[in-house]
Structures are given as C-alpha cells and as structure tokens.
Nanobody
Framework: QVQLVESGGDLVQPGGSLRLSCAAS????????MAWYRQAPGKKRELVAS???????VYAESVKGRFSISRDNAKKTVYLQMNSLKPEDTAVYYC???????????????WGQGTQVTVSS
C-alpha cells in the first residue's frame, strides 16, 4: 500500500557531492518522521539524518556539517544533500518514513529498497 522509492545514488570522488531523493506513494493519509539510514558492508544499519513534519532535524555526528536533510510535504518526498563526501560514506542508503495509511489507525515504519553510494577515486 505504501512505496518508498530512492534515487540519486552514484559513484563519486572524495570531496564530491550527491543529492538523494525518496518519494513516498500509495494510500497515505499523513507522514510523520522521515529519515535516511545507511548500511556499509559488514556493518549495522545506522541513522544518518531524520526530519520531522515541522522540519526539526537530527544528524549523526559523522555527517554533521556535511549532509543536509530536507522534505517537501506536498510531494511526500525527503532529500539528503551530501557534500564533502568521504570514502567512509560508502554504503547503501535507505529511506524510512512513519506513515499513517488511509483507513487505518497508527503510524507504521516503511522502508525503501536502498540506493548505492560509492565514494572512491
């Protein structure tokens, strides 16, 4: 009933920039928090950044000052602007959203399929 589709992942050189997008679709009544997570090979999935409906943000220490999360509530889309990328940012990046589906009660977490970001020279 709900789909989250990420885009924007790519191969980029150290110091470069990328912008990830994640669009939600389906029978959505409202979306609460939206977030980006990432998972590098052999590591646990970790929170990168999150943003509330009102625009409040939280960032992992490792990306503060380099990444910026934003959202367009009308488009049900969340973005992640990534600057000054480092090799250690290499991971699959996943979109996450707390969604209230039409005709149901309670928000439930939904995940996208992931998009690969590789930072390498």
């Amino acid at each position: 009933q709900v789909q989250l589709v990420e885009s924007g992942g790519d191969l980029v050189q150290p110091g470069g920039s990328l912008r990830l997008s994640c669009a939600a679709s389906g029978h959505i009544y409202s979306i609460n928090v939206m977030a980006w997570y990432r998972q590098a090979p052999g590591k646990k999935r970790e929170l990168v950044a999150s943003i509330s409906t009102a625009g409040g943000t939280v960032y992992a220490e490792s990306v503060k000052g380099r990444f910026s999360i934003s959202r367009d509530n009308a488009k049900k889309t969340v973005y992640l602007q990534m600057n000054s990328l480092k090799p250690e940012d290499t991971a699959v990046y996943y979109c996450n959203a707390d969604v209230l589906v039409v005709g149901t009660t309670g928000y439930y977490v939904h995940w996208g399929q992931g998009t690969q970001v590789t930072v390498s020279s």
